[in-house]
């Protein structure tokens, strides 16, 4: 059986171009997007981007690039089922830029008291 797994990562890459990346340039193609390793290692690892599952369709962008003039969500959080039914995260707009995302395990933040 499998333990808990939390990968935590600024991956460079976008899962998805359509949902994860925005830009007004026509070189949206050349945007990297993960690799087909690293989604076999997670099917098999039973990982899931937690952002996405928990919050669907919402963009979550966490990088802009000046250069390039886009949006993009290349910060991730990938966990196994069991730990995300765990979690919740604290959104503080759109684009995050320096303002990290919060990830807040359920429960896990009340004061423990002595007996």
Not at 20 to 36: A, E, F, G, T
Not at 78 to 102: A, D, I, S
Request: proline fraction near 2%.
């Amino acid at each position: 059986e499998q333990e808990n797994i939390c990968l935590v990562e600024d991956f460079n890459a976008v899962v998805n171009l359509d949902r994860d990346y925005k830009s007004n340039k026509k070189n949206k193609n050349r945007r990297k997007i993960l690799s087909k390793t690293f989604f076999d290692m997670a099917h098999e690892l039973n990982l899931s981007d937690s952002w996405r599952e928990l919050n669907g369709e919402e963009s979550g962008y966490t990088f802009y690039s000046n250069p390039h003039q886009s949006l993009s969500r290349i910060d991730m959080i990938w966990m196994n089922k069991e730990l995300e039914n765990e979690v919740k995260y604290r959104n503080n707009g759109q684009y995050l830029g320096n303002n990290p995302r919060q990830l807040i395990w359920k429960g896990y933040n009340k004061k423990k008291t002595e007996d």
